[in-house]
């Protein structure tokens, strides 16, 4: 914040009579500081006065400035914590300084002062940053109650560090990981010196909001008999990390074990399984991640499948070029579905344990699919994701990229656990989706 200071000017006493060409001219007036800049960092002071076109200033030891024009103000930008001192001479036409009277002088101190930023980057990351108007350190405190709350306990401190300012108005970053989603966490800020003395002022405090890191909300529907459906929507630490960069979108189908009554109250049925489940413990995946869950009863179809890819797409930062769809047994037969329905929207697809209509496959040719089952699977048998691929293969023309197959030997219904955490496959399965976009 800027803060003007008026600095009025002595008028100069003329001298009775005219003034021959011996007369030495009259001093020039001189200027007076009435108020003190303010304590900060920085300030603006305006100089005004009658009788003078221009004045010198200088602050501190530094040089005396160019003559300035009496309606600029001198701006004090960048001033460190301490001492300083404002000098100022009025200037006449001629560009003459009062040579007979001392500067007048306006001495004060600047406080402590620092600029606090703190990017909430996801739901578990903050970037804390710090710049000061002085050399030192500054030690921060980060809880999760704020220290005015009778709740608070020394438990409540997740980091208690110091920075260390080698040149003032410098930023200096610290990045704080492992912290809690949707939770509200308290900065507080307290300046030492380098022998650990807690400077004046004590303390500043910030508050900073974590959003949920697998947020919860619902959809209404019109393909769903109308009716509200919930789901879990994932965005990953990046995102939060600038406004305008894009991610890829990857839709989730449950299974028919993971159904649940529309609203949120079975809605942590989802979590058992896939994406969702790997974002619960803690993974991190590098899409924005829709996980819809729909009616017990009901299965997926393509209107409704359809509902829930457009309400992810939305989002503005979801790149269009890079639509994913996944499924699990239901949600598998749901993946092939949908990329037959809508393949121009889709960029990959991978059904696990699933299984699809054949005779329609070749509609979707222009998708790139790797598909996976057990060959011991006796829920859906395993012939379900073998007469897709082979029907696939035989498409002509033929596919744009040759459809992908893993069959775990000895594995029944339960494909998928090894599929999503990668520890069954060669090649990383979230890797292989972002090298394709449509």
Not at 190 to 219: C, K, M, N, W, Y
Not at 259 to 272: A, C, F, I, K, M
Not at 327 to 344: F, L, Q, R
Request: charged letters at 20%; proline letters at 8%; hydrophobic letters at 40%.
């Amino acid at each position: 914040m800027r803060t003007s200071v008026v600095l009025p000017l002595l008028t100069a006493l003329a001298c009775g009579g005219s003034q021959g060409a011996d007369t030495p001219p009259a001093p020039l007036p001189r200027a007076l500081i009435a108020t003190a800049p303010a304590a900060t960092p920085e300030a603006s002071v305006t100089v005004a006065g009658e009788g003078v076109v221009a004045y010198r200033w200088r602050l501190d030891d530094g040089a005396f400035s160019e003559p300035a024009p009496i309606e600029t103000p001198i701006a004090l930008e960048r001033l460190v914590a301490g001492p300083h001192r404002l000098e100022v001479l009025g200037v006449d036409a001629a560009g003459r300084s009062q040579p007979e009277a001392e500067p007048t002088e306006h001495a004060w101190t600047v406080d402590l002062a620092w600029v606090e930023h703190a990017a909430v980057n996801g739901a578990t990351t903050m970037d804390l940053t710090v710049a000061l108007n002085f050399t030192g350190r500054v030690r921060y405190v980060v809880a999760n109650v704020d220290f005015d709350s009778n709740a608070f306990t020394l438990d409540a401190i997740v980091a208690d560090a110091h920075l260390d300012i080698a040149e003032p108005f410098t930023p200096v970053t610290e990045t704080l990981t492992g912290l809690r989603d949707d939770t509200t966490y308290f900065t507080t800020l307290v300046p030492e010196d380098a022998a650990g003395s807690i400077l004046t002022p004590l303390e500043q405090r910030f508050e900073h909001v974590f959003p949920a890191r697998h947020a919860i909300g619902t959809l209404e529907t019109a393909a769903n008999r109308s009716v509200e459906i919930g789901y879990y929507l994932y965005r990953p630490e990046a995102y939060y990390k600038t406004t305008d960069e894009k991610f890829p979108l990857l839709v989730f189908f449950h299974g028919a074990g993971e159904r649940g009554t529309g609203d949120t109250t079975q809605l942590s049925r989802v979590l058992r399984h896939g994406p969702p489940a790997l974002i619960e413990r803690g993974d991190e995946l590098p899409f924005i991640v829709l996980s819809p869950q729909t009616h017990v009863g009901l299965e997926w179809h393509s209107l409704l499948m359809d509902e829930v890819v457009e309400f992810g797409l939305e989002d503005p930062r979801v790149d269009r070029s890079r639509v994913y769809v996944t499924g699990v047994s239901m949600g598998g037969n749901a993946t092939w579905n949908y990329a037959i329905a809508h393949p121009e929207k889709l960029a990959a697809v991978l059904p696990i344990s699933g299984w699809g209509t054949p005779t329609r496959v070749c509609e979707m040719r222009d998708v790139p699919v790797w598909a996976f089952h057990g060959d011991a699977d006796e829920t859906v048998p395993v012939t379900g994701s073998r007469q897709m691929i082979t029907a696939l293969e035989r498409c002509n023309p033929p596919p744009t990229e040759a459809p992908r197959y893993t069959e775990y030997p000895g594995v029944g219904h339960n494909a998928w656990t090894r599929t999503y955490d990668n520890s069954a496959t060669e090649e990383d399965i979230y890797a292989w989706l972002l090298m394709h976009s449509r």
